[in-house]
């Protein structure tokens, strides 16, 4: 089984950028989907992005065009690069981990973001 660990979180201003890395343990993520997602207080969680195993991306709307996700293998790590940030933006990120073929989704402790002045 996976484990992850997010980190790279912490406070920043409007219109500023953080990077989130996700580093996974105990298996190749190689043949697995990887994602993110974020839940605010009082909010569902939801998908901010994911990454397959052939590299595709795949974004939630309110991210789109600010948000780029990638993998490095070797590392065994996922990056979450985020530009532009918004107050709505605010929340704990969570990185996910499903294998090809199964549904069993392992996620990470997460790490809070706050865009705030």
């Known amino acids: 089984q996976v484990q992850l660990v997010e980190s790279g979180g912490g406070l920043v201003q409007p219109g500023g950028s953080l990077r989130l890395s996700c580093a996974a343990s105990g298996t190749r993520i190689s043949r697995y989907v990887m994602g993110w997602h974020r839940q605010a207080p009082g909010k569902q969680r939801e998908l901010v992005a994911q990454?397959?195993?052939?590299?595709?991306?795949n974004y939630g709307d309110s991210v789109k065009g600010r948000f780029t996700t990638s993998r490095d293998n070797a590392q065994n790590t996922v990056y979450l690069q985020m530009n532009s940030l918004k107050p709505e933006d605010t929340a704990v990120y969570y990185c996910?981990?499903?294998?090809?073929?199964?549904?069993?989704?392992?996620w990470g402790q997460g790490t809070q973001v706050t865009v705030s002045s």
């Open positions: 990454i397959f195993t052939s590299g595709t991306t």
């Open positions: 996910s981990a499903r294998e090809l073929g199964r549904t069993l989704t392992n």
